[in-house]
């Protein structure tokens, strides 16, 4: 079974600094997706990255980037310029396709990372 | 926003009455999901559903059960609420409407709902 883990609880960064956030997973499949979610205190789940297993290239968006290495099943999230906003929990997410179940999308959490940005 | 609505926000009830949350999609994704978030443990899969009347089990489904009558509606049931069911639900969509390949594999999210057994 797939497992996903951040191993950090709680983490804080100053402004405009840079942080990266921890995330391994367990799974003995070839094509598979990870993704990075941030939950503000609103609770709204929103969607930060995406890389897919078969592209070496890491993903980035904007201030958002992750180092994903494939053979150490690691999926690292790094925000550069650090803002008040990015102040949220992130998960990490492995997802896989079931072809037992007509396609479904299976999607597996972290238990979650709270960063915290100080002023 | 991804055109999910769940419904209540936020219930109060009390230990061993049924509740029913609501979720509903204006996007037509195939698949739809209820999670429920606790502390410590994140996201946490209960049912899904992949089509119409097609469901299953999640790896926390035991005092659940799902409905799915049409594409927008997926209905999950507390048949008799306990204290441990007390916690924030989220719906999620996925899979894309027909016609955008690159969004299929992208997990939507409701705002969630906040259920306190009593």
């Known amino acids: 079974a797939q497992t996903v883990t951040q191993s950090q609880p709680e983490m804080s960064v100053q402004e405009a600094e840079t942080v990266t956030l921890s995330c391994t997973y367990d799974t003995s499949e070839n094509n598979y997706y990870l993704f990075w979610y941030k939950q503000p205190p609103s609770r709204q789940m929103i969607l930060v990255i995406r890389?897919?297993?078969?592209?070496?290239q890491n993903a980035t968006e904007n201030r958002f980037s992750v180092n994903f290495q494939k053979a150490a099943k690691s999926f690292s999230l790094k925000i550069s310029d650090s803002q008040l906003g990015d102040t949220a929990m992130y998960f990490c997410?492995?997802?896989?396709?079931?072809?037992?179940?007509?396609?479904?999308?299976?999607?597996?959490f972290g238990t979650g990372t709270r960063l915290k940005v100080l002023a | 926003d991804a055109g999910i609505t769940q419904s209540p926000r936020h219930k109060v009830t009390e230990t061993g009455t049924p509740v029913t949350l609501r979720c509903h999609q204006t996007e037509n994704h195939r698949y739809m999901y209820w999670y429920r978030q606790d502390p410590g443990h994140g996201l946490r899969l209960i049912h899904y559903?992949?089509?119409?009347?097609?469901?299953d089990k999640g790896e926390v489904s035991d005092g659940y059960s799902v409905s799915r009558s049409k594409t927008e509606d997926f209905l999950l049931t507390l048949e008799s609420a306990t204290s441990s069911q007390t916690s924030v639900y989220f719906c999620a969509i996925s899979g894309g409407p027909t016609g955008i390949p690159l969004a299929k594999n992208i997990q939507y999210f409701g705002a969630g709902t906040r259920l306190s057994v009593l």
């Open positions: 890389q897919e297993a078969y592209k070496q």
């Open positions: 559903s992949y089509g119409v009347k097609d469901t």
């Open positions: 997410a492995f997802m896989k396709r079931d072809l037992t179940t007509s396609g479904t999308y299976k999607y597996i």
